[in-house]
């Protein structure tokens, strides 16, 4: 049996954008399991764009992580030792431990992931967390019908990817933006995207907006916010809906952004409505989204990519990097 467990900790606060040096591996005990508690051995880790968030002092909608404590997070592994009655040694489990090689735990936020559904990586991507950010996410507030045209930020992403794959199924206009050229590319001919720009090649966004979305913008998924949403809010139609996901243009800022107050104008007199949502929120349905992904994938209507870094040392730095946009796909950690 493994005594120590190497985990990583928040050595400090980032400010702005994080360095390898907030970070600490440290090699912990790993205490004996008891009564009641069992132990998982980590197979892969999620690094997602939220925990940067939780890095800040400040509480958003999760309580701050704290310095010199374990970085926790979505993570799937194996029960290799159990005194539970609902988990024995085998199963496949998902739950918030975290960056670190074990866990010693009483099932807090764990539940089991059915093995013949997927890859168990799948349990941190396309059938986890960002498969029902996207599911949810999108055919609830979007509302895609046929023939409408949806815009996603941040299409090459874990989340993006996913809602311009369901928005062909559903029949609509997928239009995408990421940030280098081969995603781009990837877009266009892997997932299916009928149009895809990337943002760091055009300055101008509403005008190439305008150019791939010549009937404008019926539902927008928004992953990044910013000076893409300025753009795309200027192009909705009648009763557009806007999901607003995520907005990882800012969070790295060291100061609130404050733009032209143009969004609430379009929204105004576009008669559109925009709606903020934490996957959460859907928790109830969630057999239902991963019953229907997991669908998808065997039809061969949905494909997912993963990035996969090796190392729980490497945590921070794959962390860095998916802020940096350096993943394709769901970025993950591979352990042991
Ligand atoms: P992801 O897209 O796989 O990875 C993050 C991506 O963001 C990077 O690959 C990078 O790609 C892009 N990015 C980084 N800085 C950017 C900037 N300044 N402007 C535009 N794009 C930037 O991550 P994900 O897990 O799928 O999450 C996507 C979004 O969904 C995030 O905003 C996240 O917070 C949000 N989310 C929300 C919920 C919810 O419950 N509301 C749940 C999950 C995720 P590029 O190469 O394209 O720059
Ligand atoms: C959660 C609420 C929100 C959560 C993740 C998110 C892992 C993600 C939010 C975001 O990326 O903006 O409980 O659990």
Redesign the pocket.
Known sequence: MPTTNRQIHLAARPVGFPMESDFRLVEAPLPACGDGQFIVKTQYISV????R?RMNEMKG??EPFQIGQVIT??SVGTVTESKHPGFKPGDVVQG?WGWQEYALTAGEMCSKFDPTLAPISTALGVLG?PGM?AYFGFLDICKPKAGETVFVSGAAGA?GSLVGQIAKIKGCRAVGSAGTDEKIEYLLKEDGFDAAFNYKKVNDYAAKLRELCPKGIDGYFDNVGGPQSDAAFSLLNPFARISI????SMYNSTAPEVGPRLVLTMLLIRQATATGF???QFAARYPEGIAQMAQWIKEGKIHYREDIMDGVENTPKAFIGMLNGNNKGKQLVRVG
């Open positions: 997602d764009p939220y925990m968030g909608y999760a997070g979505g918030m967390m950010t989340v996901c995520g907005q990882i934490l996957v959460p």
